[in-house]
């Protein structure tokens, strides 16, 4: 799976967070390992640009996915078991304009990007929220998917965490580890 984040945007962004969460994403929903995704984050110019020129409507956004057009064509959905290796398409983030939204929803702008990265692969998977059914569906699928990452990324950071304080005190008791022989 290749996974690559171009930051043009302007703000600092955890690039390896944002690869991380995409990652999760397209394991758990069972993409092909071999598929391609581009995230590329842009500032508010850029995103009106974008948004006003493929989606008609004026200003900038948070987020917009730009599937490949073979794999949008196909009457079967990317995530589809059977799709061999295939370049997924594009997520577009805008930092500057999901500041306010973070602000507003009372959490980092890390957290925002992370929840915007899942919205846009859900997107490039075919998932959309135009009827309140499909809407349902994907931010249900989209909060599951974030909440599982979320609980394994401090899970992780826990065991580091526990790790580090056992080998402060075994180190400190001159129990230090032993090369494996």
Not at 19 to 39: D, K, W, Y
Not at 125 to 132: K, N, Q, R, V
Not at 142 to 171: N, T
Request: hydrophobic residues 40%; glycine residues 8%.
């Amino acid at each position: 799976m290749s996974i690559e984040v171009v930051n043009e945007s302007g703000v600092t962004v955890d690039e390896a967070s944002l690869v991380s969460v995409a990652r999760f994403t397209l394991e758990t929903m069972q993409v092909n390992p071999a598929v391609e995704l581009a995230i590329t984050a842009v500032g508010l110019d850029a995103m009106t640009e974008l948004h006003e020129r493929w989606m008609d409507e004026p200003g900038p956004t948070d987020v917009m996915a730009f599937p490949m057009d073979s794999l949008a064509e196909d009457s079967r959905r990317p995530d589809a078991p059977d799709l061999g290796p295939a370049l997924l398409g594009d997520v577009v983030l805008c930092p500057a304009f999901a500041k306010d939204q973070a602000k507003t929803a009372g959490h980092t702008l890390a957290d925002e990007l992370h929840l915007l990265t899942v919205h846009g692969v859900l997107h490039l998977l075919g998932y959309d929220h135009l009827e309140p059914a499909e809407e349902r569906e994907m931010f249900g699928l989209q909060d599951r998917l974030l909440g599982q990452w979320r609980h394994g990324r401090e899970r992780a950071r826990e065991q580091d965490r526990r790790k580090r304080s056992d080998d402060r005190l075994l180190g400190a008791a001159g129990f230090e580890d032993e090369p494996t022989r």
